[in-house]
Structures are given as structure tokens and as C-alpha cells.
């Protein structure tokens, strides 16, 4: 017999058995995703022989569009794929742009960039949107779920990290002939959304119900079928667009003017079919969107001046052994949320039990000033300073701990939210919005990290000063947010009604 929605949603435990197979592909999606972003920057400039302020444009560029591109690919499933359909044409152009790089990665590099950026538009808001659906209005599991499923993406991340030592031919390098290290590392990438792919496609049948697309829930499955394949065909004629887009940053600049107004404009037309209730929670929804463009910005130093500042600023003893600080930078994250995502969200169910878990204002308003105590202490680490201006590699991590808590109050809390407070036609919708705010917050981010970046002819200890003095204008920034959320939670609580 299959399974019902029903039986789903009535898990007994911690978990429902189908957050698995979402959790494993959107692991190995993260995998193929990180391993490429982590590629992007090096071989830019190595390979294609772009300037290093070039090669940082373009890979800004990419980011705010991947993440753009997520309001699209849920718009389009709310409409006409629904999520499973759209999940899978997303990891179909996932694997069709890494195996395009992995056959000739100069030669095709904006091109398969481009599938991947839309790919991952198509398939990241929607299969965060369907963890969702495993649960009943009202579970106070759901956060916890939520959590777990973070910590898969980012084992994928911090798996995916490696992929750019087999480029660079430092990992594998005695069985991988020299010439072809990039070639096999953007193989790597294909393999690992291949197989996410496959887990999904061997284990959508026991998602019941879920995803569907709002064709076949009405019955025109079949005779609506020409609006399904024009959305195939359409992803293939934007692409040339895509790749100019992203090939010329201002053209980016443009894009990231329009799509934000752009998307709050549909917003608002939708409501308009809303009823006064459904309207009132998406207004929340908003504002937990609006304050993750702050997050964001602040939080992605990580890829940007944290790792310069690493590189520059940082010795490299970690407790009694020593460490590359970079490795630190890239990696210490993704670990910390590895371990810690599960640990809190269980806690987060016992606490339940006992009526005391905070609401998700106040986890909100606890991870911005927790990331204020972070980069407080990114701030500190100049009083360590040696003569040479290189500052403690441990109070380094231990922000990054830090940072990480911050991380898991808001990001996965958030994920979660989208789909508490979204009606069922606007779930894709809703979540491609979230991600549309982290496309903003990469971009100021960018913006931020190149207001605190001293000049190459600075000093070290003139860089220590510079990077540091910045990292505590933004911890102010953080505790300002988080003070401000804290401040209007009443307000929200209204708006959200029942939702916690
Ligand atoms: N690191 C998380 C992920 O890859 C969150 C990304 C984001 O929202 N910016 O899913």
C-alpha cells in the first residue's frame, strides 16, 4: 500500500523517515555546489587569466545570481512543475553544466556556469520547501527537522570543499595525469549531483502526496502538459542570456536592481487573493527576510575579507599544533554546524516538552546578537597581536564557533519559518524569497568586505588595525538588528498569530 500524507506527517520520534532522503540530496547537491563555488576563484584567475579584482567580481556575480535565481525556480514551481518536478529538472542542469566544465572547463566556463546557476535556482528553495511538508501545522518538531536537514548541507559543503585540492592536483594528484586535474575535480561535481539526483529519484515514491505539481493535483497533469515542456524550453533559451549576464558584472548590477522590486511587486499581487490572515503572516515573513539581508552581509565575510584577514593577520597555532588559518576560515564552519545543527535541534524538542523553547523571534534576535559577539571577538583578536600583526589563530576559531551558533538561530529557523508562515500556493514562492535575500546579503557583503580591505601597501599590522576596526563597526551592526527584532517582536508575534 503506499503511503499517505497522513502517515507521514503522524511520525513517531524526533524525525520522519523521509527527512533522510531529502537530507542525502541536498548533501550531495551542496557537495557538487560547494565544490564548484570553492573552484570558481582559482580558476579564474589561474586558467583564464583574469585579474584578481576581476575574478572577485565575477565570483560575487555568480553567487547573487544563484541565489537569485531561487525566486524564479519557486515561483515556477508554485505555478506549474510543483516541487519534485522542479527539483528534478534543476539537478538535470546541475549535472549537464558540471559535466560541460568537466569536458572543457575553459572552453565552456560561462556556459556551464550558467546551467548551474540556473539548476540550482530550480532545486535548492524547492526541496527546502518540501522538508516542510513532512510535517502537520503546529509540529514543534519541525524546527528540529530543519536543523538536521542544515547539518546534510553542510557535510555536502564542507565534502565539497575538497573538491578544489583534487584541481589543483594536491589531492589525487598520483593517479590524476597533471593536465587533467580540473577537468576530473568539475567530473567530481557531476558525479555527486548524479548521485543526489538518483537518491531523490529512487525515493520521491514515498513522499506520497508531497510536491506534486498544481497540475496533476488538479487533473490537467496531462492536458496541460505543453506548460511543463515550455518551461524546459525556456530554461534553454535564457541560458545565452545568463551567460551574458554573469560574463559582465554591471549587467549584474542591473539584475540585482530589478529582481528584488521586482519580486516584492508579485508579492504584493498575490496577496491580493489572500485572505486578511494569510496576508498578516507573510508580512512577518517579510520582515524575517528583510533582516537576513543584514545577516547575510555581515555572515558572508566568511568567503571574502575573513579569508583575506586570515591569510595576512592570523598565525597558525591552533591550541598545541599548528594549522593554515585558511583551512580554519573555510572549514571550521561547516564542522561546527555539522556536530551542533542535531544537538540543538533536539534540544529544541526537549525543551518543548517543557514549554520552554523560544519563539522563532527570539531565536532570530539571539542569532544576530550572538553574531555581534562574534565579530566583537574577530575585533579582539588585534590586542593578541604580535610585532609582526599577526593575531590568535584560537580566538579566530572560537568567534567562528561563535558565528556558527549565530548561523544555526537564524538560517535553518528561517528555512523553517518560510514554510510555517507561507500558504500552500506561495510555499515556493515564499522560499525563493528567503534565498532572494541572501543573494542581496552576498551582495553587500561584497560591498562591505571592499569598505574594510586596506591597501596592499599597508603594513601588516595597518591591515590588522583596518580589518579589525571593520569587523567592529559590524558587530555593532549585528547587536543594532538584533536589538531593533527584539524590540518589534511583539509586533511580529502579532502578525504571525498561532505560528510560534
Ligand atoms: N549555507 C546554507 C546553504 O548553503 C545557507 C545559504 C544561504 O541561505 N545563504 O544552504
Request: net charge positive; glycine share 8%.
Amino acid at each position: 500500500m503506499a503511503i499517505t500524507i497522513e502517515e507521514i506527517q503522524g511520525f513517531k520520534g524526533k524525525y520522519p523517515k523521509q527527512l533522510w532522503y531529502l537530507f542525502f540530496s541536498e548533501m550531495w547537491e551542496r557537495f557538487c555546489f560547494y565544490g564548484m563555488r570553492g573552484m570558481l576563484t582559482y580558476f579564474m584567475v589561474y586558467h583564464l587569466m583574469m585579474d584578481s579584482k576581476q575574478a572577485n567580481l565575477q565570483y560575487g556575480a555568480t553567487q547573487a545570481f544563484v541565489y537569485a535565481f531561487t525566486f524564479i525556480g519557486g515561483l515556477f514551481a508554485d505555478k506549474i512543475l510543483g516541487f519534485r518536478k522542479s527539483l528534478f529538472w534543476g539537478g538535470l542542469l546541475m549535472i549537464l553544466g558540471s559535466v560541460l566544465l568537466a569536458i572543457n572547463p575553459k572552453e565552456f566556463f560561462f556556459l556551464g556556469i550558467s546551467f548551474n546557476i540556473i539548476g540550482t535556482g530550480f532545486f535548492k528553495p524547492n526541496i527546502s520547501s518540501m522538508v516542510g511538508m513532512l510535517y502537520k501545522e503546529g509540529d514543534v518538531r519541525r524546527d528540529a527537522g530543519f536543523l538536521l536537514f542544515y547539518s546534510g548541507i553542510n557535510l555536502g559543503a564542507f565534502l565539497g570543499g575538497y573538491v578544489v585540492a583534487v584541481g589543483k592536483g594536491t589531492l589525487f594528484g598520483s593517479f590524476v595525469p597533471q593536465e587533467y586535474t580540473w577537468n576530473f575535480a568539475f567530473g567530481l561535481a557531476a558525479v555527486a549531483m548524479t548521485i543526489s539526483l538518483l537518491t531523490f529519484l529512487f525515493t520521491r515514491k514515498k513522499l506520497a502526496t508531497i510536491g506534486l505539481s498544481p497540475l496533476e493535483i488538479n487533473d490537467q497533469g496531462n492536458s496541460k502538459k505543453w506548460i511543463e515542456y515550455s518551461v524546459y524550453i525556456g530554461t534553454f533559451a535564457i541560458i545565452p542570456l545568463i551567460m551574458i549576464m554573469v560574463s559582465n558584472t554591471d549587467y549584474t548590477n542591473y539584475f540585482m536592481y530589478a529582481i528584488g522590486p521586482f519580486s516584492l511587486l508579485y508579492l504584493f499581487y498575490e496577496m491580493t487573493k489572500n485572505t486578511v490572515a494569510e496576508n498578516k503572516k507573510l508580512i512577518a515573513a517579510l520582515f524575517f527576510i528583510l533582516f537576513s539581508v543584514v545577516f547575510w552581509a555581515i555572515f558572508e565575510q566568511a568567503g571574502g575579507s575573513l579569508s583575506l584577514f586570515a591569510a595576512e593577520n592570523l598565525s597558525d597555532k591552533l591550541l598545541w599544533f599548528s594549522a593554515d588559518p585558511n583551512a580554519v576560515n573555510n572549514s571550521v564552519n561547516s564542522f561546527f554546524v555539522i556536530v551542533f545543527a542535531p544537538i540543538i535541534g533536539i534540544l529544541f524538542i526537549a525543551l518543548s516538552k517543557r514549554k520552554l523553547e523560544p519563539n522563532s523571534m527570539v531565536k532570530f534576535g539571539l542569532g544576530f546578537l550572538l553574531l555581534g559577539i562574534a565579530f566583537y571577538l574577530f575585533y579582539t583578536i588585534r590586542l593578541t597581536a604580535s610585532q609582526e600583526g599577526l593575531g590568535s589563530l584560537n580566538i579566530f576559531a572560537v568567534a567562528y564557533l561563535v558565528v556558527t551558533f549565530a548561523e544555526l538561530f537564524l538560517s535553518p529557523i528561517g528555512l523553517s519559518l518560510m514554510t510555517k508562515l507561507s500558504p500552500y500556493r506561495l510555499q515556493g514562492l515564499m522560499m525563493g524569497m528567503w534565498f532572494l535575500a541572501s543573494a542581496y546579503g552576498q551582495y553587500v557583503a561584497g560591498l562591505f568586505g571592499a569598505s574594510i580591505t586596506p591597501e596592499d601597501t599597508d603594513s601588516k599590522m595597518q591591515k590588522m588595525i583596518t580589518y579589525t576596526e571593520g569587523y567592529k563597526d559590524f558587530a555593532l551592526y549585528a547587536i543594532i538588528s538584533g536589538i531593533i527584532l527584539i524590540a518589534i517582536a511583539p509586533l511580529i508575534k502579532k502578525l504571525m498569530q498561532e505560528v510560534k
